[in-house]
Protein backbone atom coordinates (compact mmCIF):
# COMPACT_ATOMS: atom_id res chain seq x y z
CA UNK A 1 0.00 0.00 0.00
CA UNK A 2 1.52 3.20 -1.09
CA UNK A 3 0.57 6.66 1.29
CA UNK A 4 0.43 8.79 -1.91
CA UNK A 5 0.23 8.00 -6.02
CA UNK A 6 0.65 11.06 -7.66
CA UNK A 7 -0.55 10.79 -11.12
CA UNK A 8 1.69 13.30 -13.29
CA UNK A 9 5.56 14.68 -13.28
CA UNK A 10 5.15 17.83 -14.01
CA UNK A 11 6.09 20.59 -11.39
CA UNK A 12 3.04 20.39 -9.92
CA UNK A 13 3.10 16.36 -9.41
CA UNK A 14 7.06 16.95 -8.14
CA UNK A 15 6.20 19.99 -5.53
CA UNK A 16 3.51 17.67 -4.42
CA UNK A 17 5.80 14.72 -4.16
CA UNK A 18 8.52 17.01 -2.32
CA UNK A 19 5.82 18.35 0.17
CA UNK A 20 4.58 14.22 0.73
CA UNK A 21 8.06 13.42 1.10
CA UNK A 22 8.46 16.14 3.43
CA UNK A 23 5.52 15.25 5.59
CA UNK A 24 6.92 11.59 6.38
CA UNK A 25 5.07 10.17 3.74
CA UNK A 26 5.72 7.66 0.79
CA UNK A 27 5.23 9.43 -2.75
CA UNK A 28 4.89 7.44 -5.94
CA UNK A 29 5.17 9.66 -9.35
CA UNK A 30 3.18 7.93 -12.49
CA UNK A 31 4.25 9.68 -15.71
CA UNK A 32 3.51 8.63 -19.15
CA UNK A 33 6.21 10.67 -20.92
CA UNK A 34 8.73 12.79 -19.15
CA UNK A 35 9.16 13.92 -16.03
CA UNK A 36 9.20 17.94 -16.13
CA UNK A 37 5.79 18.74 -18.37
CA UNK A 38 5.53 21.67 -20.40
CA UNK A 39 8.01 23.49 -18.44
CA UNK A 40 10.72 21.60 -20.06
CA UNK A 41 9.85 23.26 -23.52
CA UNK A 42 10.30 26.70 -22.01
CA UNK A 43 13.93 28.32 -22.79
CA UNK A 44 13.69 30.73 -20.13
CA UNK A 45 11.89 31.71 -16.54
CA UNK A 46 11.67 34.92 -15.87
CA UNK A 47 8.59 35.27 -13.25
CA UNK A 48 8.97 32.18 -10.99
CA UNK A 49 9.05 34.40 -7.77
CA UNK A 50 12.83 34.13 -6.03
CA UNK A 51 14.52 32.81 -9.31
CA UNK A 52 15.26 35.73 -11.68
CA UNK A 53 16.29 33.50 -14.40
CA UNK A 54 16.34 29.95 -15.43
CA UNK A 55 16.31 27.56 -18.41
CA UNK A 56 12.88 25.45 -18.14
CA UNK A 57 15.04 22.49 -18.56
CA UNK A 58 17.17 23.49 -15.80
CA UNK A 59 14.20 24.16 -13.55
CA UNK A 60 12.18 20.77 -14.03
CA UNK A 61 15.72 19.14 -13.10
CA UNK A 62 16.08 20.86 -9.65
CA UNK A 63 12.54 19.85 -9.17
CA UNK A 64 13.08 16.18 -10.12
CA UNK A 65 16.38 16.20 -8.14
CA UNK A 66 14.90 17.65 -5.01
CA UNK A 67 11.97 15.24 -5.38
CA UNK A 68 13.65 12.00 -5.85
CA UNK A 69 16.04 13.23 -3.45
CA UNK A 70 13.87 13.11 -0.56
CA UNK A 71 12.19 9.67 -1.72
CA UNK A 72 9.89 9.88 -4.05
CA UNK A 73 9.74 7.31 -6.41
CA UNK A 74 9.09 7.91 -10.47
CA UNK A 75 7.42 5.17 -12.46
CA UNK A 76 7.40 5.93 -16.14
CA UNK A 77 3.30 4.09 -17.06
CA UNK A 78 0.38 5.94 -17.86
CA UNK A 79 -2.19 6.20 -15.39
CA UNK A 80 -5.56 5.19 -17.16
CA UNK A 81 -7.78 4.42 -14.28
CA UNK A 82 -9.10 5.42 -10.67
CA UNK A 83 -11.04 3.07 -8.65
CA UNK A 84 -12.20 4.23 -5.27
CA UNK A 85 -12.27 1.33 -3.22
CA UNK A 86 -13.83 2.98 0.21
CA UNK A 87 -10.11 2.51 2.36
CA UNK A 88 -7.80 2.62 -0.35
CA UNK A 89 -8.20 3.64 -4.06
CA UNK A 90 -6.54 1.13 -7.21
CA UNK A 91 -4.68 3.31 -9.71
CA UNK A 92 -4.80 0.96 -13.14
CA UNK A 93 -1.87 2.25 -15.64
CA UNK A 94 -1.60 1.24 -19.42
CA UNK A 95 0.70 -1.37 -19.04
CA UNK A 96 -1.73 -3.46 -16.92
CA UNK A 97 -0.34 -2.83 -13.71
CA UNK A 98 -2.41 -1.65 -11.00
CA UNK A 99 -1.05 0.20 -7.31
CA UNK A 100 -2.75 0.46 -4.54
CA UNK A 101 -2.77 3.96 -2.33
CA UNK A 102 -4.35 6.21 0.42
CA UNK A 103 -4.41 8.98 -1.72
CA UNK A 104 -4.31 10.02 -4.90
CA UNK A 105 -3.24 13.35 -6.65
CA UNK A 106 -4.69 13.38 -10.46
CA UNK A 107 -1.55 16.62 -11.71
CA UNK A 108 -1.72 15.58 -15.22
CA UNK A 109 -1.49 18.62 -16.54
CA UNK A 110 -2.76 19.78 -20.43
CA UNK A 111 -1.20 18.78 -23.93
CA UNK A 112 -0.87 21.11 -26.55
CA UNK A 113 -4.11 21.52 -29.01
CA UNK A 114 -4.04 20.70 -32.44
CA UNK A 115 -5.91 22.10 -35.22
CA UNK A 116 -6.65 18.60 -36.44
CA UNK A 117 -6.22 19.53 -40.11
CA UNK A 118 -5.45 16.75 -43.08
CA UNK A 119 -1.25 16.77 -43.16
CA UNK A 120 -1.23 17.91 -39.28
CA UNK A 121 -0.05 14.51 -37.73
CA UNK A 122 1.74 13.64 -40.53
CA UNK A 123 4.18 16.60 -40.67
CA UNK A 124 4.63 17.06 -37.55
CA UNK A 125 8.30 16.83 -37.44
CA UNK A 126 8.26 17.14 -40.66
CA UNK A 127 7.93 21.17 -40.99
CA UNK A 128 5.56 21.11 -37.87
CA UNK A 129 6.19 21.79 -34.38
CA UNK A 130 4.14 22.70 -31.38
CA UNK A 131 7.27 23.77 -29.21
CA UNK A 132 9.40 26.89 -31.39
CA UNK A 133 12.01 26.72 -28.49
CA UNK A 134 12.60 23.33 -28.91
CA UNK A 135 12.41 23.61 -32.91
CA UNK A 136 12.74 26.82 -33.65
CA UNK A 137 16.69 26.67 -34.56
CA UNK A 138 16.32 24.24 -37.31
CA UNK A 139 14.20 27.06 -39.36
CA UNK A 140 17.25 29.20 -39.03
CA UNK A 141 17.14 31.37 -42.12
CA UNK A 142 13.86 30.10 -43.18
CA UNK A 143 10.39 31.80 -43.86
CA UNK A 144 7.77 30.10 -40.99
CA UNK A 145 4.80 30.73 -39.30
CA UNK A 146 3.10 30.47 -35.82
CA UNK A 147 -0.97 29.64 -35.32
CA UNK A 148 -2.47 31.25 -31.84
CA UNK A 149 -2.88 34.60 -30.31
CA UNK A 150 -1.92 33.92 -26.59
CA UNK A 151 1.53 34.23 -24.95
CA UNK A 152 2.78 31.28 -25.78
CA UNK A 153 2.29 32.11 -29.69
CA UNK A 154 3.49 36.03 -29.00
CA UNK A 155 6.36 34.52 -27.26
CA UNK A 156 6.70 31.62 -30.05
CA UNK A 157 7.40 34.39 -32.64
CA UNK A 158 9.65 36.51 -30.86
CA UNK A 159 12.25 33.80 -30.39
CA UNK A 160 11.70 32.63 -33.89
CA UNK A 161 11.98 36.37 -34.93
CA UNK A 162 15.75 36.10 -34.02
CA UNK A 163 16.25 33.07 -36.17
CA UNK A 164 13.91 33.19 -38.87
CA UNK A 165 13.96 35.72 -42.26
CA UNK A 166 10.11 36.11 -41.71
CA UNK A 167 7.43 34.99 -38.82
CA UNK A 168 4.13 35.27 -40.00
CA UNK A 169 1.98 35.52 -37.25
CA UNK A 170 -1.77 33.30 -37.75
CA UNK A 171 -4.31 34.60 -35.50
CA UNK A 172 -8.06 34.07 -35.86
CA UNK A 173 -8.85 37.34 -34.31
CA UNK A 174 -7.47 40.82 -34.19
CA UNK A 175 -7.70 41.31 -30.44
CA UNK A 176 -4.26 39.15 -28.46
CA UNK A 177 -4.67 37.58 -25.26
CA UNK A 178 -1.26 37.42 -24.58
CA UNK A 179 1.00 40.04 -22.25
CA UNK A 180 0.45 43.91 -24.17
CA UNK A 181 4.49 44.78 -23.69
CA UNK A 182 5.48 41.54 -25.65
CA UNK A 183 2.34 42.00 -28.42
CA UNK A 184 3.92 45.71 -28.98
CA UNK A 185 8.08 44.17 -29.12
CA UNK A 186 6.70 41.62 -31.87
CA UNK A 187 5.34 44.79 -33.39
CA UNK A 188 8.41 46.59 -33.92
CA UNK A 189 10.33 43.30 -35.94
CA UNK A 190 10.65 43.79 -39.17
CA UNK A 191 10.93 40.32 -40.03
CA UNK A 192 7.23 39.76 -38.61
CA UNK A 193 3.80 39.90 -40.47
CA UNK A 194 0.37 39.49 -38.83
CA UNK A 195 -1.95 37.65 -40.99
CA UNK A 196 -5.32 38.39 -38.56
CA UNK A 197 -8.91 36.96 -38.58
CA UNK A 198 -7.59 34.30 -40.66
CA UNK A 199 -7.54 30.29 -39.89
CA UNK A 200 -5.45 27.81 -41.65
CA UNK A 201 -7.37 25.83 -43.25
CA UNK A 202 -5.33 23.48 -45.47
CA UNK A 203 -1.68 22.55 -44.76
CA UNK A 204 0.56 21.72 -47.93
CA UNK A 205 3.10 19.77 -48.94
CA UNK A 206 4.11 16.37 -50.62
CA UNK A 207 6.45 14.57 -48.04
CA UNK A 208 7.10 17.86 -45.53
CA UNK A 209 5.45 20.88 -45.06
CA UNK A 210 5.81 23.37 -47.79
CA UNK A 211 3.27 25.75 -47.60
CA UNK A 212 -0.43 26.61 -45.80
CA UNK A 213 -3.64 27.93 -46.78
CA UNK A 214 -5.44 30.69 -44.98
CA UNK A 215 -8.91 31.61 -45.31
CA UNK A 216 -9.83 35.48 -43.53
CA UNK A 217 -12.92 34.38 -41.55
CA UNK A 218 -14.44 37.89 -42.55
CA UNK A 219 -13.85 38.17 -46.37
CA UNK A 220 -13.54 34.55 -47.07
CA UNK A 221 -10.60 35.92 -48.68
CA UNK A 222 -7.85 32.71 -48.94
CA UNK A 223 -4.10 33.00 -50.20
CA UNK A 224 -1.61 30.75 -49.97
CA UNK A 225 1.71 31.32 -47.72
CA UNK A 226 4.49 29.52 -48.11
CA UNK A 227 6.61 28.45 -45.40
CA UNK A 228 9.15 25.72 -44.74
CA UNK A 229 7.90 25.16 -40.77
CA UNK A 230 4.18 25.87 -38.93
CA UNK A 231 4.27 26.33 -34.95
CA UNK A 232 1.13 25.81 -33.83
CA UNK A 233 0.56 27.32 -30.36
CA UNK A 234 -2.73 27.25 -30.02
CA UNK A 235 -3.38 26.43 -26.16
CA UNK A 236 -3.56 23.47 -24.40
CA UNK A 237 -6.15 20.89 -23.47
CA UNK A 238 -6.21 18.40 -20.51
CA UNK A 239 -6.86 14.62 -20.99
CA UNK A 240 -8.84 13.72 -17.82
CA UNK A 241 -11.22 11.35 -19.64
CA UNK A 242 -10.42 8.48 -17.46
CA UNK A 243 -11.17 9.99 -13.97
CA UNK A 244 -14.52 10.90 -15.20
CA UNK A 245 -15.60 8.13 -12.49
CA UNK A 246 -13.79 9.35 -9.60
CA UNK A 247 -13.82 13.47 -9.85
CA UNK A 248 -16.28 15.60 -11.64
CA UNK A 249 -14.85 17.78 -14.92
CA UNK A 250 -16.17 20.61 -16.94
CA UNK A 251 -17.32 20.91 -20.16
CA UNK A 252 -13.71 21.85 -21.47
CA UNK A 253 -12.43 18.37 -19.26
CA UNK A 254 -11.00 20.13 -16.52
CA UNK A 255 -10.93 18.56 -13.05
CA UNK A 256 -13.94 20.70 -10.80
CA UNK A 257 -11.66 21.02 -7.03
CA UNK A 258 -12.82 23.12 -3.76
CA UNK A 259 -10.36 25.64 -2.88
CA UNK A 260 -8.27 22.41 -0.94
CA UNK A 261 -8.16 20.69 -4.38
CA UNK A 262 -10.19 18.22 -3.42
CA UNK A 263 -12.26 16.40 -5.99
CA UNK A 264 -15.65 14.70 -5.12
CA UNK A 265 -14.60 11.74 -4.20
CA UNK A 266 -12.32 11.63 -0.12
CA UNK A 267 -8.85 10.86 -0.52
CA UNK A 268 -8.63 11.96 -4.32
CA UNK A 269 -7.38 15.55 -5.00
CA UNK A 270 -5.63 17.18 -7.91
CA UNK A 271 -3.12 20.19 -8.74
CA UNK A 272 -1.79 21.81 -11.59
CA UNK A 273 -2.99 22.72 -15.10
CA UNK A 274 -5.52 19.78 -15.27
CA UNK A 275 -7.96 21.45 -13.25
CA UNK A 276 -10.06 24.53 -13.30
CA UNK A 277 -8.12 27.77 -12.55
CA UNK A 278 -8.04 30.99 -13.22
CA UNK A 279 -3.92 31.85 -14.23
CA UNK A 280 -1.83 28.50 -15.35
CA UNK A 281 1.23 29.74 -14.79
CA UNK A 282 4.42 27.60 -13.37
CA UNK A 283 4.07 29.16 -10.05
CA UNK A 284 0.28 28.17 -9.48
CA UNK A 285 0.98 24.88 -10.55
CA UNK A 286 3.78 24.49 -8.03
CA UNK A 287 1.51 26.28 -5.26
CA UNK A 288 -1.46 23.98 -6.53
CA UNK A 289 1.00 20.94 -5.60
CA UNK A 290 1.95 22.45 -2.25
CA UNK A 291 -1.50 22.25 -0.88
CA UNK A 292 -2.62 18.68 -2.82
CA UNK A 293 0.29 17.11 -1.44
CA UNK A 294 -0.47 18.56 2.53
CA UNK A 295 -3.85 18.22 1.73
CA UNK A 296 -3.58 14.12 0.53
CA UNK A 297 -0.94 13.88 3.77
CA UNK A 298 -3.75 15.04 5.74
CA UNK A 299 -6.46 12.77 4.85
CA UNK A 300 -4.34 9.95 5.61
CA UNK A 301 -3.60 10.84 8.90
P1 LIG B 1 -4.07 30.50 -24.70
O1 LIG B 1 -3.77 31.67 -23.85
O2 LIG B 1 -5.23 29.63 -24.38
O3 LIG B 1 -4.21 31.04 -26.19
C1 LIG B 1 -4.54 30.17 -27.22
C2 LIG B 1 -4.69 30.99 -28.48
O4 LIG B 1 -4.95 30.10 -29.57
C3 LIG B 1 -5.81 32.00 -28.42
O5 LIG B 1 -5.41 33.21 -29.01
C4 LIG B 1 -6.93 31.34 -29.22
O6 LIG B 1 -7.69 32.25 -29.97
C5 LIG B 1 -6.17 30.49 -30.21
N1 LIG B 1 -6.89 29.27 -30.56
C6 LIG B 1 -7.45 28.36 -29.74
N2 LIG B 1 -7.99 27.35 -30.44
C7 LIG B 1 -7.76 27.63 -31.74
C8 LIG B 1 -8.09 26.98 -32.95
N3 LIG B 1 -8.73 25.80 -32.97
N4 LIG B 1 -7.71 27.56 -34.11
C9 LIG B 1 -7.05 28.74 -34.11
N5 LIG B 1 -6.71 29.42 -32.98
C10 LIG B 1 -7.07 28.87 -31.82
O7 LIG B 1 -2.82 29.47 -24.78
P2 LIG B 1 -1.26 29.74 -24.56
O8 LIG B 1 -0.81 30.91 -25.33
O9 LIG B 1 -0.61 28.44 -24.81
O10 LIG B 1 -1.15 30.07 -23.02
C11 LIG B 1 -1.66 29.15 -22.04
C12 LIG B 1 -1.48 29.75 -20.64
O11 LIG B 1 -0.09 29.81 -20.34
C13 LIG B 1 -2.02 31.18 -20.56
O12 LIG B 1 -2.53 31.39 -19.28
C14 LIG B 1 -0.79 32.01 -20.77
O13 LIG B 1 -0.87 33.31 -20.21
C15 LIG B 1 0.26 31.16 -20.06
N6 LIG B 1 1.61 31.45 -20.60
C16 LIG B 1 2.34 32.36 -19.90
C17 LIG B 1 3.62 32.67 -20.34
C18 LIG B 1 4.41 33.66 -19.54
O14 LIG B 1 3.88 34.19 -18.57
N7 LIG B 1 5.64 33.95 -19.89
C19 LIG B 1 4.12 32.08 -21.50
C20 LIG B 1 3.34 31.19 -22.22
C21 LIG B 1 2.05 30.89 -21.74
P3 LIG B 1 -8.74 33.24 -29.24
O15 LIG B 1 -7.94 34.28 -28.57
O16 LIG B 1 -9.57 33.73 -30.37
O17 LIG B 1 -9.52 32.37 -28.30
Do not use: W
Not at 59 to 86: N, V
Not at 122 to 132: L, R
Amino acid sequence: MIDVIIIGAGPAGLAAAIYVERSGKQAVLLEAGSFGGQIVNTLEIENYPGIKKISGFDFAMSLYEQATGLGAEIKYEKADKIEDKGEYKTVYTASGASYDAQAVIIATGAKNRHLLLDKEEEFTGKGISYCATCDGAFFKGMDVAVNGGGNTAIEDALFLSNYCSKVYVIHRREEFRGDKASLELLKSKENVSFVLNSNIIEILGEDRLSGIRVKNNKTDEEKVIEISGLFIAIGQEPDNKGFINVADINEAGYIIATEDLKTRTPGIFTAGDCRIKEVRQLATAVSDGAVAGLKACQFIK
